[in-house]
């Protein structure tokens, strides 16, 4: 008898982790990694390029936004020193990008306006400019100018950014490295956030990525902002962005000691159509995952490939995708989710409605 073909619609309610990138990441895409505030725990470093699904050594550059330790004088350049090796192990020699935090100039020399030699020295380390431009992606660092551990940004920096844009690629992602986030969270509000944001709202290709908040419990880390999202830059203001706007991830402690958020990987599509940004935690796990186009188009989540018969695996998403998937009638659909190290079958059977 003549099989008719009914095509339904699997609507989950998925929750928890993400798709992993890896999933999107066939043919065509470059990895870039992203971390900041390692406040010495090299330990914790090790572990997260060890344990990297994607593979450190995939790695094209690592890029880091800041504060390499909480020592102070000869101590704290030596674990930024400890830090480089292990990237030029880990990835790369030269793969590192490292630009300034704010504890870069209080712990170092006891002043809060000169950087050590040994950073500005160091291949790789930049505080304010160009650092990498490839034929997929740039990275150019916006790095902190002083010791405020409020955070503001620079009239000068900000203008120099803007001059850089202007002539910059616009068909490639613009990874800009900062210290400062653009967000308030709790008694930290940035200094020319606003301005900030207003500039960047030109460029929808600029991915805005951002540490230091790692020990206020700020609930941002692990949330993947892009155009039409809003950033609460001063009290109850808000201003929508057009850009891409993230956190490196906190090597120290994952966020406030949260486990999650160490540091994040941006798996580039090298045809220009998006980045996929996933963070992950010393283990290894997939701790969340978004799509972004670049193009100024809202942002979306990965959603898998169905076969038209047979079984699926899929990991759960923290929104509601729907999953197409055309199954003869009698036939079956075995569908597999996986939630950590649990996971549960759900065997579908086609028939004709009523």
């Not at 060890?50 to 880091?64: C, E, I, K, R």
């Not at 800009?176 to 500039?199: E, F, Q």
């Amino acid at each position: 008898m003549r099989k008719r073909l009914l095509s339904f619609i699997l609507a989950l309610v998925l929750i928890c982790t993400l798709l992993p990138f890896a999933a999107f990441a066939a043919g065509g895409t470059v990895y870039v990694g992203f971390t900041s505030d390692v406040h010495g725990e090299t330990g914790n470093l090790t572990n997260w390029f060890t344990n990297l699904p994607v593979g450190s050594s995939n790695l094209q550059n690592m890029g880091y936004c800041g504060d390499y330790s909480y020592s102070s004088g000869t101590s704290y350049i030596n674990d930024f020193k400890s830090i480089v090796s292990i990237t030029n192990e880990k990835v790369g020699n030269n793969s590192g990008v490292y630009t300034a935090g704010n504890h870069c100039y209080s712990n170092v020399d006891g002043t809060n306006s000169a950087l050590n030699s040994a950073f500005t020295s160091t291949t790789g380390y930049k505080r304010i400019g160009e650092a990498v431009n490839t034929d997929d992606y740039t990275i150019f660092c916006f790095g902190a100018a002083s010791g405020d551990g409020t955070g503001s940004f620079k009239q000068d920096d900000i203008t120099t950014l803007s001059d850089y844009l202007k002539t910059a690629d616009k068909d490639e992602p613009i990874f800009i490295l900062s210290h400062y986030p653009l967000h308030v969270n709790s008694w930290r509000t940035i200094g020319k956030a606003s301005d900030v944001i207003d500039l960047l709202n030109g460029y929808p290709n600029v991915v805005f990525v951002w540490g230091h908040n790692h020990s206020q419990g700020d609930s941002q880390y692990g949330t993947i902002k892009a155009a039409g999202d809003s950033i609460n830059y001063s009290g109850s203001s808000s201003k929508t962005i057009n850009f891409t706007y993230l956190s490196a991830g906190a090597m120290r402690e994952g966020n406030s000691g949260s486990g999650k958020y160490y540091g994040m990987v941006a798996a580039v599509a090298t045809d220009g159509s998006g980045v996929t940004f996933t963070y992950y935690n010393l283990s290894g796990s997939n701790m969340g995952s978004k799509t972004v186009s670049l193009d100024g188009s809202p942002s979306v989540d990965p959603e898998p490939s169905v076969p038209s018969t047979g079984s699926v695996e899929i990991t759960p998403t923290t929104d509601k995708p729907e999953v197409s998937a055309a199954v003869a009638v009698g036939d079956t659909l075995t569908l597999k989710v996986t939630n950590g190290s649990s996971s549960s079958s759900y065997t579908f059977t086609a028939t004709m409605a009523d």
